[in-house]
């Protein structure tokens, strides 16, 4: 198989799973300080291959394959990090990084604030359905993190943003939380700038451009927001896609933006509904907007269930761009 | 602890350095529970009355550039790394000039400039963290040692057991102490675990372990001295619990009617302080007019601290929004 490492520093297409593993491989020859920790990625360079090579190439002083333990692998990079080094850890699933949920959020979330210790560090979350995975192997639960003051949250949608994004995580002096969503690794590609470059945390970008609605989503739901403004655009309704790619800290001046231009809003996520990224932004929109709308804000999101397994409940369980269209057809009429 | 030992392994200075720090923490700690009982300290307050030896025992051991990542009764161990008695003071007041300027309080003090990595009140949550310091002097390939510990209750939560097989496999330069005090909160060790000894727990990770009296400094000094040069020329983590009793509550709101006052009066007779008076009396090095003496001076210390403390600035309400990220320029070396 093909990997990052092998395509690093050429011009043709790579996927978002490659982008990844280039990133990686970037870091760790720009800064000797980056290393890689996590559950089978080093002789066997990961449960999804990003990190195929590395071992060879970095030695196991860089790519530690760890216990099975998450909260043991993020207490000990919290440590190297706090010494000075730059830890990546893998998480195999998003899934499991409840494992790992008290040292992220009462250590490494609240260690520069309480004590002024920075935690340079990046989690990288492979989260998402749309793979048959079934409740262990497709969640997505930025939500959780997204309530926690003191981590960033960041969900690139392109190859573009998967390596940018990931080199501006690792130079990033904070805990970032890196969701990458597995049902995009092998499904896009893009050719990538030969030169160095990040997406800067915080940024979110217009994907499309539109007058009608704004979209606001971020991962995989990006390209379904996509799909969906090509079969509205027959009918005079022109969406305008807002990809966060950052969650945490939020750009609320792009969406401030956008939803100022276009009067009107759908959220649009993955996650669980209740309680998610999408709500924050409507309660936004409803004190720093108010005046701008012209109809309500809408969420389109999966129900609040767990991810089920199987294919017509999975169908059933994620957003589709149906459902965006649907959505938008009400709004429009406002 | 066998005196002709004692006398050959630990100079006189050293000892009389040990005995200067169990005072200061005894006498620090005593004026803390005051300051609370006055009401001039508020939140929780947790000691190591009765324990010091621990504290001041391993962080002894230490070199400057080594780390530590204690728990809520090691104050002796603040007090070597040089955090001072008015800096401690300074935090449980919630002071601006306190390590955390008043954004966290009482023993939850951390200063990387100092080698003291900051304590969370989940007990047993800094032992991965101090395994990944370790982690990171294994991986420069620099000769600092990581010494982190935590109560015979701490020892039954997960992160535990995660950072002492992490630590165990990888053969990090990391010592684990455990200050099996008998009581977590108001629950005996009998209900804690099903093993005789904290102890037992290391052999299922392949880490070789001591039991160590911990109520005699000089034992305590001497395990954590070879455990520490163990760590750090290669050899590996190593465990070493410290039997000793908690003779106050779990915090100083606590009347700890729990624990049989026999076994209070039994430890009593164990006193650490009393212990290292008898031997430095054994010993020759010192008598009753240096024990007063040195009393005294850390009183005075104490005393300087608590007012340097009273007069220092608290934070602004508004200080409550900085901090909350770190900047590049704080990681820019």
Known sequence: MTTGLADAMTSHEVTYLEAISQALDEEMSRDERVFLMGEDIGAYGGAFKITEGFLQKYGDHRVLDTPLAESGIVGAAIGAAMMGLRPVVEMQFADF?????????????????????????????????????????????????????????????????????????????????????????????????????????????????????????????????????????????????????????????????SVRKTSKAIMLHEDNKTGGIGAEIAALLAEDCFDSLDGPVLRVAAPDTPVPFSTPMEEFFLPKASDIVAAARMLAAY | MDLSVVAKDITRTDLLHLYYYLQLTRTLENRITALYRQGRIVGGVYTSHGMEAIAVGYAFALQSQDVIAPYHRDMGAFLIRGITPGEVIAQYLGKRTGPTKGKDGNVHIGDLKRGVIGFVSHLADNLPVATGAALAFHIRGEPHVVVTNTGDGGTSRGDFHEAMNFAAVRKLPVVFFCNNNQYAYSTPVRNQMAVANVADRATGYGMPAEIVDGNDVAAVYLAARRAIQKARSGGGPTFLECKTMRMHGHSEHDPAKYVPQALLDEWKKKDPIVKAEAMLKTLGYADEAYFHDIEERVKKEVDAGVEWAEQSPLPDGRETLDGVFATEAEVAS
Not at chain 1, 103 to 127: G, L, S, T
Not at chain 1, 130 to 156: D, Q
Not at chain 1, 182 to 187: C, G, P, V
Request: charged share 20%.
């Open chain 1, 97 to 257: 990084i409840s494992c790992a949920f008290d040292q992220i959020i009462e250590v490494a979330a609240k260690n520069h604030y309480r004590w002024n210790a920075p935690v340079p560090m990046v989690i990288r979350a492979p989260f998402g359905g749309g793979v048959h995975g079934g409740p262990f192997h497709s969640e997505c639960p930025e939500g959780w993190f997204f309530h926690s003051p003191g981590l960033k949250l960041v969900a690139p949608s392109t190859p573009y943003d998967a390596k940018g994004l990931l080199k501006a995580a690792i130079r990033d002096p904070n805990p970032v939380i890196y969701f990458e969503h597995k049902f995009l690794y092998r499904r896009i590609k893009a050719v990538l700038p030969t030169e160095d470059y990040i997406v800067p945390i915080g940024k979110a970008e217009v994907k499309r451009t539109g007058g009608t609605i704004s979209v606001i989503t971020y991962g995989a739901m990006v390209h379904l927001a996509l799909e969906a403004a090509t079969v509205l655009e027959k009918e005079n309704i022109q969406l305008e896609v807002v990809d966060l790619r950052t969650l945490i800290p939020l750009d609320k001046e792009t969406i401030y933006e």
